[in-house]
């Protein structure tokens, strides 16, 4: 049982943090905060992720190409442009890895408008830091595993941040019904997106990309916009005033 509810966890933390902070506030600003909280939820970022902790900066930048070049050669991770989840990942990584040590300049309207703290991204980076947020995982395991399949999971917690994002852009851009015609293969995957936070209303966002509910039907339930409203109410963010 605690490997269970560790994985669970996990898995749901580290999805909060992707969907929450890196997408919705580094890539798209939908709401603002001020500096201690930018400060407390990159932190979490870190920890949440863990060994596959994801530099908000660079998430941003890569996201952002991602809505100008929705499923063409020039997107960062189109299913349509390769083989198979392994290749798109692969392809990713290295796009990633080039923007995230400056070894390609990314165009100027990508730029800006995101979270920084260099400390964290050195740190977070490092093989020192990923190694040790795994070696803290088997350690857990071996205290508390008590069959030998439950080690399966382990490398889902070594590679959680990029399954997350291979498991939304490969099936919300193969998978599922449209609400709008967006010039690109976007769907939306799943009728009640609990698995990935509300990420795969893909069509819906690519749409509506400031939109801070992700779910447009009165069906389809984004479970991360609850956690966002409240989180306004308390007053640690404030939403933003667009239209829908």
């Known amino acids: 049982m605690p490997i269970l509810i560790f994985f669970v966890a996990h898995w749901y ?6 969907t929450f902070y890196l997408h919705r506030y580094a890539a798209h ?3 603002t905060m001020n500096s201690f909280w930018e400060k407390f939820f990159f932190l979490l970022t870190y920890i949440a992720q863990g060994s596959s902790f994801l530099s908000p900066r660079a998430y ?7 809505h100008a070049f929705s499923d063409t050669d020039k997107d960062p991770h189109s299913p349509h442009f390769s083989n198979n989840a392994f290749t798109m990942m692969w392809k990713t990584k290295n796009i990633y890895n080039n923007v995230l040590h400056k070894r390609v300049e990314a165009e100027e309207r990508f730029e800006g408008s995101y979270p920084l703290w260099n400390a964290i991204e050195k740190v977070g980076d490092t093989y020192l830091s990923r190694i040790g947020w795994g070696t803290l995982y088997v350690l857990f395991y071996i205290s508390f595993a008590t069959q030998w399949w439950m080690y399966l999971l382990l490398p889902l917690h070594f590679l959680m941040g990029p399954i997350h994002g291979a498991i939304v852009n490969w099936s919300g851009h193969k998978y599922g019904y449209q609400n709008f015609d967006n010039n690109d293969k976007s769907r939306n995957s799943l009728f009640f997106d609990f698995l990935t936070g509300g990420e795969l209303f893909q069509n819906n966002h690519h749409k509506l990309p400031n939109r801070v ?4 039907k009165w069906w ?11 989180l306004d109410k308390l ?10």
Do not use: C
């Not at 389809?220 to 409240?230: K, L, M, Q, S």
């Not at 007053?235 to 829908?244: C, E, F, N, P, Q």
């Open 213 to 216: 509910n992700f779910g447009v």
């Open 235 to 244: 007053r640690i963010i404030r939403l933003k005033k667009v239209r829908a």
């Open 29 to 31: 600003k939908m709401f």
């Open 60 to 66: 941003a930048i890569l996201h952002r190409m991602h």
């Open 220 to 230: 389809e339930v984004d479970p991360t916009y609850p956690v966002i409203w409240a």
């Open 13 to 18: 933390l580290s999805l909060f943090v992707q």
